[in-house]
């Protein structure tokens, strides 16, 4: 996979999103960040997702034991059934590789709780089978920062590339003449975007005013 040049960046016609277990057990011991934002955060990638059609596939484990999947996220998928697995690891799941491959996409974007065990894995292996993937460090999380952190690292040592939510969306909309998307996306960053969000929409207030006044 090449790491500069244009090749590198997201493309939403190449790209699949698998997230993986933001599940209330997974939150329990969470702790690597406020889970407030990790929440935010990861309905935030996922309503940028449905914005440029890109496929998403949600999956849990042991859903029975480890509850459903958060409510923020499954809002967003309503109609989607989350895959559930006793597989750990994503990967050694049929029921989910064989969507990623019929889907002939190449940009794997993964985030999943917890960071060092249900996020390393899958990209791991998916590295070796020619998979580009790209790792939402602020939609994932682990038991402890040190864990977080040494996930990552392990990643980006296996050839992983870390980015963080708004960077997929910057990525994914590239430009914004491309009408079609840019509503959904300034509606995204609204809802989720945090201070960018309130920038936005005092942005929106000041040209509001000005077309008023110019009126």
């Given at each position: 996979?090449?790491?500069?040049?244009?090749?590198?960046?997201?493309?939403?016609?190449?790209?699949?999103?698998?997230?993986?277990?933001?599940?209330?057990?997974?939150?329990?011991?969470?702790?690597?960040?406020?889970?407030?934002?990790?929440?935010?955060?990861?309905?935030?990638?996922?309503?940028?997702?449905?914005?440029?059609?890109?496929?998403?596939?949600?999956?849990?484990?042991?859903e029975?034991?480890g509850?459903?999947?958060?409510?923020?996220?499954?809002?967003?998928?309503?109609?989607?059934?989350?895959?559930?697995?006793?597989?750990?690891?994503?990967?050694?799941?049929?029921?989910?590789?064989?969507?990623?491959?019929?889907?002939?996409?190449?940009?794997?974007?993964?985030?999943?709780?917890?960071?060092?065990?249900?996020?390393?894995?899958?990209?791991i292996?998916?590295?070796?089978?020619?998979?580009?993937?790209?790792?939402?460090?602020?939609?994932?999380?682990?038991?402890?920062l040190?864990?977080?952190?040494?996930?990552?690292?392990?990643?980006?040592?296996?050839?992983?590339?870390p980015?963080?939510?708004?960077?997929?969306?910057?990525?994914?909309q590239?430009?914004?003449?491309?009408?079609?998307?840019?509503?959904?996306?300034?509606g995204?960053?609204?809802?989720?975007g945090?201070?960018?969000g309130?920038?936005?929409?005092?942005?929106?207030?000041?040209?509001?005013?000005?077309a008023?006044?110019g009126?």
């Amino acid at each position: 996979m090449p790491k500069t040049g244009l090749e590198a960046l997201l493309r939403p016609e190449d790209s699949i999103l698998v997230l993986i277990d933001h599940q209330p057990y997974q939150f329990t011991n969470l702790n690597s960040h406020d889970p407030t934002m990790i929440v935010n955060n990861v309905i935030g990638l996922a309503k940028t997702a449905k914005v440029f059609n890109v496929p998403t596939i949600l999956t849990t484990v042991l859903e029975e034991r480890g509850g459903y999947i958060i409510k923020g996220l499954q809002d967003v998928f309503p109609e989607q059934k989350p895959i559930d697995r006793t597989f750990i690891n994503t990967w050694e799941d049929p029921k989910v590789t064989d969507i990623v491959k019929k889907s002939g996409r190449k940009q794997l974007v993964l985030a999943a709780l917890y960071t060092e065990i249900c996020l390393a894995m899958p990209a791991i292996q998916a590295l070796a089978e020619g998979y580009d993937v790209f790792i939402v460090t602020d939609a994932s999380g682990g038991v402890s920062l040190e864990a977080h952190d040494m996930a990552v690292r392990r990643m980006v040592a296996a050839g992983a590339v870390p980015i963080t939510w708004m960077a997929v969306l910057g990525e994914w909309q590239r430009d914004w003449a491309r009408e079609e998307t840019a509503a959904g996306v300034a509606g995204v960053v609204l809802e989720h975007g945090g201070a960018s969000g309130v920038a936005f929409a005092w942005e929106m207030q000041l040209l509001a005013t000005r077309a008023k006044a110019g009126g």
